[in-house]
């Protein structure tokens, strides 16, 4: 006696089965590859790590230089603009070997290929609680990762100013300095806030 087998359609349907779950399997990958592009300025482990190394070159340099007194020259080394500086202005890059912060901004930053911007913040006297911002090194914008690092510096009205400190604050920063007194005392002149924004070129 013969028994007839009727052909069995399920492994025909696990095949197309398979095959459709294998096409939007494929499908999903590459939209999400297109969705998130990758790209060297993306947010990443090595990208963080760069711009937690920034934050700590710069914060080191403010600190080193505060400490040896080199950060308050650089602030005082101005007559009409910072001495030196390419426009007339402001710095457009690494100053000179001269400067009080060539070396630690050329140690920390240029032979890394970092870029830097510096900026002193000061107390605006014609508006209660504002601050005026003069740029000391502008080398361009800063991108989306960039680190920030600051700290505050005291000047005195006996500090000296200019190319070959010639001023003292206290007599002529009204008028030639970049940054107005604050009043109020006679011998603190003000005290300004110098910023540090540092990034991977």
Do not use: C
Request: hydrophobic share 40%.
């Amino acid at each position: 006696m013969f028994v007839e087998h009727l052909p069995d359609e399920r492994g025909q349907a696990h095949t197309l089965e398979a095959f459709a779950a294998a096409l939007l399997l494929v499908a999903g990958l590459i939209f999400a590859t297109q969705a998130t592009a990758v790209t060297p300025l993306s947010a990443s482990t090595s990208n963080q790590h760069v711009e937690n190394q920034a934050e700590i070159a710069a914060q080191d340099v403010l600190t080193t230089t505060a400490a040896r007194g080199d950060l308050k020259l650089a602030i005082l080394y101005y007559d009409d603009g910072f001495v030196g500086a390419d426009n007339g202005d402001h710095y457009t890059g690494l100053m000179n070997e001269t400067h009080p912060l060539h070396d630690s901004l050329a140690e920390a930053f240029d032979r890394r290929q970092i870029a830097f911007d510096i900026d002193v913040y000061h107390p605006d006297p014609t508006a209660a609680g504002a601050t005026d911002r003069t740029r000391m090194v502008d080398m361009g914008t800063p991108t989306d990762n960039a680190a920030v690092a600051s700290t505050r510096v005291a000047l005195y009205g006996d500090d000296r100013f200019g190319a070959d400190d010639e001023y003292t604050l206290a007599e002529n920063g009204s008028a030639e300095y970049f940054a107005a007194p604050i009043g109020g005392s006679d011998t603190l002149y003000t005290v300004v806030e110098v910023r540090i924004t540092a990034w991977q070129m």
